[in-house]
């Protein structure tokens, strides 16, 4: 499966510091995905890494990718409370995207 | 563009009973995902679509489950009958020109079968 696995399951920080998530998957992929999650809603798309690029940004989001080592992090720099949700990364091969389980921001104000 | 529509955001029903979701896709897009999410598994695939045609059903758990799709602007996927264990977050997804690009999620429908 080339399922992506975030890593901490669950981080917590204070406001104004950076978060650093990771994802590791399995397989080769064509593109790499972030998404966030607020609680009871759907899921947002933050950002598309390809696999031939290694760094991304966006506004307050880094983001990097290593295909040799079949890993992404995503780093949120000057965090804030609204930054707190569920971020999870997904793989796309030539099948539709696979999503991990996700690591839990919290940023505490 | 009003996103990705789906009905009803939440559902209690019975064991055994049929449950209807519906999903409106943006319009314009020719891909749509379903996804179940649990605590347990997270989110997991259950079938797409393109061009309103099914192209990969293989994550549709059991026989109890099948999705429709007549036409651009309407999706439905269908539990009959229903049991506890297919209580979960369902969320619907559409997405322009490629299977594997940005996905647009609905705020999706939590069902709790008793």
């Known amino acids: 499966s080339q399922q992506g696995e975030e890593d901490p399951q669950a981080l917590s920080i204070q406001e104004g510091e950076n978060a650093t998530m990771n994802c590791s998957y399995k397989?080769?992929?064509?593109?790499l995905q972030w998404y966030r999650q607020n609680s009871g809603r759907g899921l947002v798309h933050l950002i598309l890494?390809?696999?031939?690029?290694r760094e991304k940004h966006s506004g307050r989001l880094r983001v990097t990718l290593d295909t040799s080592k079949k890993s992404s992090s995503l780093l949120i720099t000057a965090s804030r409370a609204a930054d707190t949700a569920s971020y999870f990364c997904?793989?796309?091969?030539?099948?539709?995207?696979?999503f991990g389980k996700g690591t839990r921001l919290s940023v505490i104000a | 563009d009003a996103g990705v529509i789906q009905s009803p955001r939440h559902e209690v029903t019975e064991m055994g009973q049929e449950v209807t979701l519906r999903c409106k896709p943006i319009s314009g897009h020719d891909y749509l995902f379903w996804y179940r999410q649990t605590m347990m598994r997270g989110l997991e695939l259950l079938i797409y679509?393109?061009?309103?045609?099914?192209?990969?059903d293989s994550g549709m758990p059991e026989d109890r489950f099948s999705a429709k799709m007549p036409n651009a602007s309407f999706s439905t996927l269908k539990i009959q009958p229903s049991e506890p264990r297919d209580s979960a977050v369902y969320f619907c997804?559409?997405?322009f020109g490629q299977g594997s690009g940005e996905l647009f999620f609905g705020e999706g429908s939590r069902l709790t079968v008793l």
């Open positions: 397989t080769s992929i064509n593109n």
């Open positions: 997804a559409s997405s």
């Open positions: 997904a793989t796309a091969g030539n099948t539709p995207l696979v």
């Open positions: 890494i390809r696999s031939n690029e």
């Open positions: 679509f393109n061009n309103n045609v099914p192209i990969d």
